[in-house]
DNA sequence: TCGATAGCGGCCACTTTCTGACCTGAATGA
DNA sequence: TCATTCAGGTCAGAAAGTGGCCGCTATCGA
């Protein structure tokens, strides 16, 4: 613990855990002298992380933001939270960052102490649902799992129900995952079969990392995703959604401003566009802004607000 | 970039992107030899990161879970995974990790390089609304923002919106941040009127970190939770809601399972019960459920429905 | 305007460590 | 059995890291 590499380190935490620190301060709490503290830093600043410095009375030093992320030194508690958060995220919260929320969490969770796995899998319990839970939720653990596999090249066995529900055990050379269209497929090379496959997340069970190793195979597609959307007949294409709201667009935004963009038409009214897989979504929008509203489009969504609203007058006995 | 510390800061993160690594390829890469490698994964092992090797032929080095997470060496698109994943567990989708999710953004959003920045900026209208999207949400700027300045010990200034609606202009010491029943609060001592006060953050706007440090005071109070709670009449108490809906239980746990519960009544009829502290919940789930049902519980809720259905009517032009 | 504070960086002498080379040993799997 | 791969001791030379000293500069408050 005495050498210099663990300094540099330590430093660079103290550093992330409060802005300012008076060099006196550091120096102290790194037990060296003030001369060498200035040299640790020069060598932060050497590998690219910018420390900056203020002179003077009230000076001291911070960590800026820099062309690279620094490594993170998180506590316990931090860890649980990014875990967390990054799981959430895989799970197709956001478009677009699926797959690199689950390399980090893959990152993360290998390194993972025990204790800290405990406390996640604790907390699963205490999610709130965040998709709108049309569809099979994928296990996080069998994400992680697989795509474990998939980075550092290891065979792969589990279980897999296919599509008419028998159960089958699968041997594969793990490629690759492809999230599309809230769903998670593994492209794999077949080892039973000879060949390459893809497979719902969903439908797959257990899956235990082999200790084998192998040399990755060319996949026959252009890419992974491409091959799974050959794969798959019907995926389902979101639909683009547009209404005219009576209501100021500031309230609108206020209400529903996160899940639509909305434009202001005049003083009382606004365009409300959205795009999404379901007529759910829109109705919901819809329903939640209290106001008038007329929809431009589709004409499919139509019949479904007139689906809702027969449903609900005749519960309401109206 | 030729010196010890950097050079087992760089093994670590190549222990963290893939498993396996041959300890020929790592002193490769690194440009040692393999003595100095194995020297190198002593170090990392001393400070307390659990190198495990395997020998014999396809042998290797890999990076096992240990006591302590080790500082996390992540690429951009993983970082921007990670913000995006914590300020959504910052706005309340996971009970009781909000406090140190927030910690967790700060430090990450603090030395995150301005592209990605803006990389996160862009993925915003792409967030999926966190799920009790009704009430007034956080702007996560906002929110790191007042973070650093209680975690740096800096003044703050923002104006704010009072319950009656008339801004005014803030400069308080910041305290603490407090997330209670769904809303974020700020704690702080009000530099113009002498005395503590608690802020909501979604009334607040505009917070600039002055660059003024101060000497912590001492709250007077238990903890700062404790001293918003005091502040507060009213916590929105949520409702509890029941309803009986004409489908299968199997088929509206699929539908909606995920945000209430589902208990079958016979093989054609189900209670749903949830609790929320808007309406809009049970009326978007009896939406989306689809099929026919009865309002058990409560009485406002019937009113609510209407409100929507004749609404939708309208609109529909039915 | 001046003085106190605090970061900057050169210089030097001394100490520590790092490194590569070479070696033997032990575990592992074909 | 043998090849492979990690483990770790020893050695000498090279390369750092370290603390103490110095004068310098930026900043702030009196």
């Not at 102290?28 to 203020?54: H, K």
Request: glycine fraction near 8%; aromatic fraction near 6%; include cysteine.
């Amino acid at each position: 613990m005495a050498n210099t590499s663990s300094r540099t380190l330590r430093l660079l935490s103290l550093l992330q855990t409060h802005r300012y620190w008076p060099g006196t301060e550091l120096a102290d709490r790194l037990e060296v002298s003030v001369r060498t503290l200035r040299r640790d830093v020069d060598r932060l600043r050497e590998l690219g992380y910018p420390v900056e410095a203020q002179r003077g009375a009230e000076g001291g030093y911070q960590l800026a933001a820099g062309a690279a992320l620094p490594p993170l030194v998180v506590d316990d508690e931090e860890a649980v939270a990014l875990a967390v958060g990054l799981r959430m995220a895989a799970q197709g919260s956001v478009a677009g960052i699926e797959e690199s929320s689950v390399r980090a969490l893959t990152k993360i969770v290998q390194v993972m102490p025990p204790r800290l796995r405990r406390r996640i899998e604790a907390l699963r319990a205490a999610t709130v649902p965040t998709v709108w839970g049309t569809g099979p939720t994928v296990d996080a653990g069998v994400l992680t799992a697989v795509a474990q596999a998939c980075r550092d090249e290891e065979r792969l066995r589990f279980s897999y129900k296919a599509r008419g529900g028998e159960l089958t055990d699968r041997h594969v050379e793990p490629h690759r995952l492809v999230s599309l269209g809230r769903r998670w497929y593994l492209v794999a090379y077949d080892l039973t079969r000879h060949d390459w496959r893809s497979f719902r997340l969903d439908r797959l069970d257990g899956p235990r990392s082999t200790a084998e190793r192998f040399r990755p195979r060319e996949l026959p597609a252009e890419d992974a995703a491409a091959f799974v959307r050959n794969g798959i007949d019907n995926i389902a294409a979101p639909h683009s959604f547009e209404a005219v709201v009576h209501a100021p667009a500031g309230t609108v935004r206020g209400l529903i401003g996160q899940w639509a963009t909305v434009e202001e038409i005049d003083e009382g009214r606004c365009r409300l566009r959205m795009t999404s897989e379901t007529l759910d979504w829109p109705a919901m929008a819809l329903g939640v802004v209290g106001a008038e509203f007329e929809v431009i489009h589709p004409p499919e969504l139509i019949g479904h607000l007139r689906d809702w609203a027969t449903r609900f007058t005749r519960a309401t006995g109206g």
